[in-house]
């Protein structure tokens, strides 16, 4: 990752320009990316105020084009007080309407506000609107008389011109478009969730390379992207079809920035990691997890979709992940809607008649591979030493002609198993 920097410098009667950029060495985030420049000035009653007038509030522009979402939920916006908000709206506003240099609200200033407040509810704005993938960035403006800040103009920096972005817009929901036919809106929320989480693996692959991998293009149109646009177009999706979900940024065991989804099944908060859920990214990325293998030395290709980050409470998720961000997070306790629960997957000891019944299950249904959770340590080595050492698998699972493969994730206490002709 690379280090942030800040950097300003403030001379009197002159007007200097700051950056400070943010960026990711291999394309994983822990915070949103920023490229902002801060622009200081002091203004007098004098005629060089009058010859560099304010800019008119932000309230008095009317946006000729809109990308706002209607569905977005606004899960970041709710952790601000009431004075923030009022400034989240002016840069929602703007970014939304590919906005530049417009005055952020006076009542804003009124209320205690100041520059230094600009970035952590620029923040929150992106992590409620995964729709604004054209953003990269903002500056302001800042102007007072001696101390007294009297006003701050805020522009957004973009990736592309408007032009540009309306274009992709339309690629963006076209692909959507297509992907959402596969699921009926009475679908119950965890079928929602699941169809989501399940058809954004299937149609992206992990790449750090992957142009634009920091926003929802990259996944819904180009189909390569890393965990940030994965995050995204989860928080998308969720959010076209009614169902609340925000991004989360943090960190994983390795160090690197990581980012995921904070859901709400049936009215209970889980949180979501596509990403992880895709055997494409690198299974020696994930700690806990081990190449498949029946034999050891054995290197067999796996299925496509891990269920093990597929709405877990924060006691599963801090197994492997550390929570950060400017939005603070819930603490996640229901079951109900964990993948392994819902499916009758999750063990709590080695039952025989359960672990039959679940393979009778996808086999019934055509599903090719059997994954498996067990509740504690002590049920994960009772099953390893049934299930493999044991061999117990072939009752459950056998095929004369092939070979039955499996990779497992210790930290999560889970078995993937399937037949395979390698």
């Known amino acids: 990752m690379k280090k942030k920097m800040r950097n300003f410098t403030f001379s009197l009667w002159m007007v200097l320009l700051c950056i400070w950029l943010t960026g990711c060495a291999d394309g994983l985030l822990d915070e949103i990316p920023r490229d902002f420049a801060a622009q200081w000035g002091e203004t007098e009653e004098s005629a060089e105020a009058a010859a560099s007038p304010e800019p008119p509030p932000v ?37 939304g309407s590919f906005g530049e240099e417009r005055r952020l609200s006076q009542s804003g200033l009124a209320g205690g506000l100041d520059d230094t407040d600009i970035d952590k509810i620029f923040q929150c704005v992106l992590s409620d609107h995964p729709e604004l ?70 149609n992206t692959d992990y790449d750090l390379e992957a142009p634009d991998n920091q926003n929802i293009y990259s996944v819904f149109v180009r189909h390569f992207s890393v965990c940030q646009g994965y995050a995204k177009a989860t928080q998308y999706l969720l959010n076209r079809l009614g169902i609340e979900c925000t991004l989360v940024l943090g960190t994983v065991e390795t160090g690197e920035g990581h980012a995921w989804n ?22 020696e990325d994930m700690p806990g997890s081990e190449e498949p293998s029946l034999e050891e030395g054995t290197k067999i290709s796996m299925p496509e979709i891990n269920y093990d980050y597929l709405n877990v ?11 950060g961000g400017e939005v603070p997070m819930p603490f996640c306790t229901a079951t109900a809607a964990n993948y392994y629960v819902r499916e009758g997957a999750l063990f ?38 049934e299930l493999i050492e044991e061999q117990e698998i072939f009752d459950y699972l056998s095929d004369e002609e092939s070979s039955i493969a499996y990779t497992q994730n210790e930290k999560q206490h889970s078995l993937t198993f399937w037949v395979t002709n390698e």
């Open 262 to 283: 904070l859901v709400k099944v049936d009215g209970e908060y889980y949180y979501l990691d596509t990403t992880w859920g895709d055997v494409s990214y690198r299974t």
């Open 313 to 323: 409470t924060t006691e599963e998720l801090l197994r492997t992940h550390s929570i």
């Open 59 to 95: 309230e008095e522009e009317v946006p000729e084009v809109s990308f706002l979402m209607e569905e977005a939920f606004s899960y970041a916006c709710e952790s601000l007080n009431e004075t923030e908000r009022i400034w989240y709206h002016d840069i929602e506003q703007i970014l």
């Open 133 to 202: 993938f054209y953003v990269e960035g903002y500056s302001y403006t800042k102007y007072a008389r001696g101390e007294k800040i009297t006003s701050i103009e805020f522009s957004g920096t973009y990736n592309v011109e408007v032009e540009d972005a309306l274009t992709r817009r339309e690629e963006i929901e076209a692909a959507v478009e297509e992907l959402l036919s596969g699921i009926s809106a009475d679908a119950s929320d965890y079928d929602k969730v699941k169809y989501v989480y399940d058809t954004l693996i299937r």
């Open 348 to 385: 709590t000891t080695y039952d025989r008649e359960q672990m039959e019944a679940l393979f009778q299950k996808a086999l019934e249904s055509g599903q090719t591979d059997i994954t498996i959770k067990c509740a504690d340590t002590a049920c994960y080595e009772e099953v390893l030493t």
